[in-house]
């Protein structure tokens, strides 16, 4: 690829010369700077409208920038601050679609703006029967006022999506795992001897029977809900031919809702915590809120709270 450039065939007395190359058209130049400033300006504007508070970080002290950090930006969306300040400054025009959903996320930005962003980057926003990695403004105002809680967002294929301060010191931190294996339903049917991936210890659901018998409802609504989307058809593929019990569950054809569960988490800091996990849906786009808590006045509750006072130093994500 020559991305300022054009190939065209020369002549000489007559004959061709061979490949030469010339330069795009100053037009065309023209448009692919103003559209990578504007991806830029646009980006800065909304990194300074969004206080730390929002985005559930630490304010700190003597904070110059109005909004958001470059570095903090970074944070939240896993990529690195030297790529933040690329894009801004319009030296990095070519962001991928999973770059841009991570921006989008971290940024909160509306589902308007997100496709906004989209276009200023060259690509064709997520489609309607697409699965969706974006987090409203709204659901983000609710998660970051839950206060000391261990929550997180799952997408309707149960891919983890973000997570809070709280989630990473009951559980671990998912930063570490891959984005593509950070996925429930792969956790819970073991593929080729692999072992969760979403947990940093041991965690035993009581009930078992009935939480697997319901994630796998849960995928059959989503093929529903979304027949084409290739990441919900790949993670079937894997999941049928990979797990016997899976497999079986699916051909029964059952469709319900993970709505509750109840769980044992081992936790190396403060011992056995048995927590009630709750599932939340969030409008067309089917986004599963998990929240984690424990029996009030109980010794868990104690327990929970101790494990959210253990040194995990990642805010939340997203």
Partial sequence: ????????????????????????????????????????????????????????????????????????????????????????????????????????????????????????????????????????????????????????????????????RGWAALLGDPSSTPPALRNFARDSFSVNGEGPRLSQWPVTSLGPDTVEAAIVSDLRCATGRFPNNSRLTDLIQVLTTGNLRFAELWASGAVSAHREARKIIEHPAVGPITVDCDVMTDGDAELKIVILTAAPDTKDETNLRLAFLSDVPIPARG
């Fill in 1 to 164: 690829m020559y991305p300022l450039s054009t190939v065209r065939q020369g002549r000489r007395n007559g004959r061709n010369s061979g490949t030469t190359f010339g330069t795009w058209p100053r037009e065309t130049i023209s448009l692919m700077t103003t559209q990578a400033t504007e991806l830029g300006a646009t980006l800065r504007a909304w990194r300074d409208r969004l206080s730390p508070a929002a985005a559930g970080l630490p304010s700190g002290r003597a904070r110059r920038a109005r909004g958001l950090r470059r570095e903090e930006l970074a944070q939240l969306t896993g990529i690195s601050v030297d790529y933040v300040v690329r894009l801004e400054q319009g030296r990095s025009t070519t962001p991928s679609a999973q770059v841009l959903a991570a921006l989008a996320r971290a940024l909160q930005l509306t589902n308007t703006e997100r496709d906004h962003l989209y276009r200023l980057a060259g690509l064709i926003p997520p489609a309607d029967g697409e699965i969706s990695d974006h987090i409203p403004p709204g659901v983000h105002r609710v998660l970051s006022r839950l206060g000391d809680i261990a929550v997180a967002v799952f997408a309707a294929d149960w891919q983890l999506i973000w997570w809070n």
